[in-house]
């Protein structure tokens, strides 16, 4: 990796320590919530590339031609059909249970005072915005505030995508609140999806770092997992990191895996993306296989890296001595593409 400081607050209210990977991935620095539950029905374990990823599912038309619309988005507002979710520092109103969740919608009229963004339009012609903004005060019985990475697993694949959405939104206004042309405050235009500087007129759009995930493979068919330096004990992943300035994907997948643990890597498959806004990220699944086995870990970066064979990582799991990323993480999903069957999650 070797970037930091791009620190922030993640969701969890945590202080990111160097936050120059994504933060399901082995290069992360701080402790994700643990989350179970199912990722869809669309689940494929085997196929060539990912599906039903939990954060990937939106099924709601997103209407960018409507986001300058004054006259239809003023009457969407004013629409009794129409519901709105609030984000608050990354969380959103849920009703939880142990397996399923739904987001606890209110009307416009309820709504805080906030950067207001359209999220989209449902094929029966309802409206759906985000407000970023005070969570309501009083929720219902059985809601509570939730963050994507508790919640998005068990949301429906509609609510799934609106939140996934809203957050995304609710953390770029929240932190580019400034033009980095000449530093004056910026509007909020095209119903939240872009900002304006109102002195030279410059637009600005959402920020999203690629980073990609991705997991090596010998010729025995073992799979390369390790241990960020910064995580606690029995923790592991595969390897992660941003795409840096200047560099595709592929070309980071290969130096990502040199610098981290030495090893040279051949071919480079596309597994799936998938949206990781905790703030900003976008995480670019891949296998890769490896054309040596002699693991020289990066001492900064990794605190160990092995080779497993499915029966050894089964053991592994079986007896605690390594804990697996939570379900919704894509690193997850793209451990079990290999494994070939679900696998528990247990950070
Ligand atoms: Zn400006």
Redesign the pocket.
Known sequence: MGRTGRGGQRDDGSQVIAESAPDDAVSASTVPASSTGPAGDSLRLTGPVLSGLALARGEVDRAAHLRADADWLKAAWADPATRVIVVERGQALCELADQHAVLAFIAPPEAPDGVRFLLGVEADGRAYFGVAGPLPEQPGPGVRPAYLREAGPLLSDRDAGLLTHAVALANWHETFTH?P????P?DPIASGHSRK?P??G?EHFPRVDPAMIVLVTDPADRALLARNAQWPERRVSILAGFVEAGESAEQAVAREVAEETGITVGAVTYLGSQPWPMPQSLMLGFRAAAANTDIHVDADEIAEANWYSRDELAAAIADGTIRLPPPVSIAHRIIETWYGTELPGSW
């Open positions: 033009c042309r000449c530093g004056s910026t500087c002195v030279d410059s």
